[in-house]
């Protein structure tokens, strides 16, 4: 079985009482997809879950691989008091997007006294999406009278004239898959005369998961009139629908290609277009949470009983299947007890050294000649993967004419010394795709060792792309590549060391303060130094594609380092742009590369606008506003409103004087859904450049009252055309001299 600490989003809490709570669904909006926000009632002992804040549904299971959910609704059900030929009842909304009614649910009718009929009218929505607005659609329709077969063979009711006495009738139907109840209709099939004293007369419908009808029949023919039942249990289907804007897929039910890899994190798993929304699962022969990185694990088939009782010979594990195949010296059926026999050589052999000395001189001549074969296919493995992979390198750096394939090659033999071996206890850390590992070379150099988790052609791409890309930067804020393995399937990469973490866990550590202002202006600049460089000063331009805090690596002097560059793309210098596969990490991908596929330099600015806004705000990109914005819309509204103090970090507005507001204005254009109207990076290095030489002034010119001012009020701009006012102004600020050093730092 899978981890339970692999079912949630990290450092989210996944139980509440003794329900397991797995994303997309979390307790709290930051913890869960929009629309999956549960809520842990600690008044309760133990705790209890519930869909929403209005406790009207209990939850007492969640199950991800049929998208369902268990849940308990106390006034689920309807009581009818057969004084009137027929009633109807409006049923209130009490069930609402994105949950239905599963098939796995049936309508039950249960009548004392007279027989009755029960519709039950409401709506339905289909796995294409679309509902029925009437309320008349019948989902379910049940009669219950004397002559009714009774579940469970309870026999029949006993007549006395026209009416039915001293007997319980009972029916139940199925429910139709996708329905919302919203009016239940009751018809007394033969109302009692006027003034008729025999009691009870009475029916009560209810909807109840299936398979517990016995139960309700022995529970319903024990309780009074009261109705003092317990809460049946419901079958609730769900989809994600909230936060995907997707056109519809087609016919045979497949997302599309920009919703699943949204949606669908985990390498194993696939997305589905049902249940009105969309819905992912682990692929056959894994299990799992499909919606987290690394989430579908591959399951044992060798440790699953029926397999292992059926298989009578050696079985296998491999990925995502098994094999069972006869034990060596044997062939046959494996699947067949008895099935795998004795193979004739075999025999022959055991036979012709049966004399102990000449035994022992074949094993031993045995296991020399396979040590010496298993040496010959390692050290021809690695040639193969050497051949290979320097191919490929080669080949994407044919237009650079570089010699990398040559000046950097590392042995793999140094790389697993290097690591005691890849040692578990040398592991930094690492993502759903690769393992860093520290490691210490030869040359007593502390080094990162990016190795692989899986085998597949995209990810040898990736790291045959990192290697070309990062051989042509040198660059002070990006992380230096001392070179690589290509003696494995998928190459290692070597990285300097960088030892302080990422930028993301400095500015989302917990407690009220973080980086300083200074240190966040400063790593500002400095990533957009990189950028700019990335832009416009090598023989090629490369775009990062994917440009976040987790990919901002900072040293022991908090100097920012930009690292990741498996995605990145080189554009020719005569392109502005290439359209692509869409790639990149949802919050800090470029709405217009997500939609048209189409990729720009501005596509890396909106990144680094998305990280700006969390430099000056200290909220992560997939904050949710209780109206359920995003950050970047939050922020883009405030900001419109001149009301940026709402979500700015109170240490920046503590320590960052006036140069807070222009920062705001340089992040609102760098965020601009329209690519075109976003400044360039060179041009955002410039502006940021000339703020902290502004504020080093002040800081040596004036005395320090005037320089940390308490009460700094953040006043934004009314407009984002007021915001790219601030921009352009800030930026002409930057002197021809300032420009002159800068060209002279990184020649065009």
């Known amino acids: 079985p899978m981890a339970e600490q692999m079912i949630g989003w990290p450092n989210c809490s996944t139980t509440c009482g003794s329900v397991h709570v797995p994303y997309p669904f979390g307790i709290g909006p930051e913890c869960s997809w929009p629309g999956f926000n549960l809520t842990c009632n600690t008044s309760y002992n133990p705790p209890m879950l519930f869909l929403d804040s209005n406790n009207a549904f209990r939850v007492i299971d969640i199950l991800l691989r049929d998208s369902t959910v268990r849940v308990t609704q106390q006034t689920f059900f309807a009581y009818y008091s057969c004084d009137n030929e027929s009633v109807s009842k409006q049923l209130e909304d009490i069930i609402s997007e994105p949950y239905m009614l599963s098939a796995r649910n ?11 009929r029960a519709t039950m009218h409401g709506e339905y929505r289909n796995g294409g999406g679309s509902s029925s607005n009437t309320s008349d659609s019948i989902i379910a329709d049940c009669t219950s009278n004397c002559s009714s077969v009774r579940v469970g063979d309870h026999g029949a009711g006993i007549h ?5 006495y001293n ?3 009972f029916c139940r139907v199925p429910i139709s898959t996708g329905s919302t109840p919203k009016k239940l209709e009751f018809k007394c099939l033969n109302p009692p005369p006027s003034g008729d004293i025999l009691n009870p007369r009475y029916a009560l419908a209810f909807i109840s998961e299936e398979g517990l009808s016995d139960h309700w029949y022995r529970i319903l023919n024990r309780i009074s009139t009261g109705l003092n039942m317990v809460s049946p249990p419901l079958v609730l289907r769900w989809a994600v629908k909230q936060g995907i804007s997707a056109p519809s897929a087609d016919s045979s039910g497949q997302c599309p290609v920009g919703v699943a890899s949204l949606l669908c994190k985990s390498e194993h798993s696939i997305c589905r277009h049902e249940n009105g929304g969309f819905t992912c699962y682990c692929s056959t022969g894994y299990h799992g949470n499909p919606y987290i990185a690394d989430g579908c694990q591959d399951i044992d088939e060798c440790n699953i009983t029926a397999i292992r009782n059926s298989c009578f010979g050696d079985c296998n594990n491999l990925h995502g299947s098994f094999e069972c195949r006869c034990e060596r010296g044997t062939h046959g059926n494996p699947f067949k007890s008895g099935g795998c026999v004795r193979s004739p050589t075999g025999l022959i052999i055991g036979l012709s050294v049966a004399s102990g000395p000449a035994l022992l001189l074949l094993v031993l001549g045995i296991l020399l000649a396979t040590r010496k074969i298993k040496q010959r296919r390692i050290k021809e493995l690695k040639q193969k993967y050497f051949k290979q992979n320097r191919g490929q390198l080669l080949q994407q750096l044919v237009s650079q004419n570089a010699d990398i394939a040559e000046r950097m090659i590392i042995p793999v033999d140094e790389l697993a010394k290097a690591t005691n071996n890849f040692d578990k206890a040398r592991v930094l850390g690492g993502g759903g795709h690769g393992i860093v590992y520290k490691g210490i070379l ?26 070309a890309i990062l051989s042509q930067i040198n660059h002070k804020n990006v992380v230096k590549l001392f070179g690589c393995c290509l003696e494995t399937e998928v190459p290692l990469l070597v990285y300097e060391f960088i030892s302080n973490g990422t930028l993301h866990h400095h500015l989302h550590v917990e407690g009220p303060r973080s980086l300083s202002w200074g240190n966040r202006l400063r790593i500002a600049a400095e990533i957009a130094s990189s950028l700019a460089y990335l832009h416009s000063s090598v023989s090629i331009p490369i775009i990062h594609r994917d440009i976040k805090s987790n990919n901002i690596l900072l040293d022991d002097t908090l100097t920012s380092k930009v690292s990741d560059f498996g995605a990145s793309k080189y554009i020719p210098v005569e392109q502005t742009g290439l359209t692509t596969k869409v790639q990149g990490t949802i919050g ?53 409103e001149g009301n940026l103090v709402q979500v700015i970090d109170p240490q920046v507005i503590e320590e960052g004087g006036e140069e807070v507001e222009q920062v705001a204005a340089l992040a609102a254009s760098c965020i601009n859904l329209r690519g075109e109207e976003r400044p360039t990076m060179r041009q955002v290095e410039h502006t940021l450049e000339g703020l902290r030489g502004s504020k080093m002034y002040k800081n040596n010119g004036m005395v320090a009252s005037d320089f940390m001012d308490d009460g700094v009020m953040i006043s934004s ?5 007021e915001g790219q006012r601030l ?6 600020r930057y002197s021809l001299e300032q420009e002159m050093i800068m060209s002279e730092r990184y020649p065009r």
């Open 106 to 116: 049936e309508f039950i009718l249960y009548q004392s006294g007279v027989d009755v």
């Open 160 to 164: 006395a004239g026209d009416h039915c």
């Open 167 to 169: 007997h319980d009738g």
């Open 442 to 467: 030869s040359d007593l150099h502390v080094v990162a060792i990016k190795k692989s988790k899986i085998t597949v052609q995209k990810e040898i791409d990736e790291f045959i792309n990192e290697v």
């Open 588 to 640: 800090y991908l470029d709405p217009m590369y997500f939609y048209t596929g189409r990729l720009t330099e501005k596509s890396d600015v909106f990144s680094f606008g998305v990280i700006l806004v969390e430099l000056l705000t200290r909220k992560k990109p997939s904050y949710l506003t209780s109206e359920g914005d995003g950050l970047v819309s939050h922020f883009i509204n405030l900001f419109a």
């Open 717 to 721: 701009p009314s407009s984002t055309i």
């Open 727 to 732: 921009f352009e102004e800030s930026s002409r």
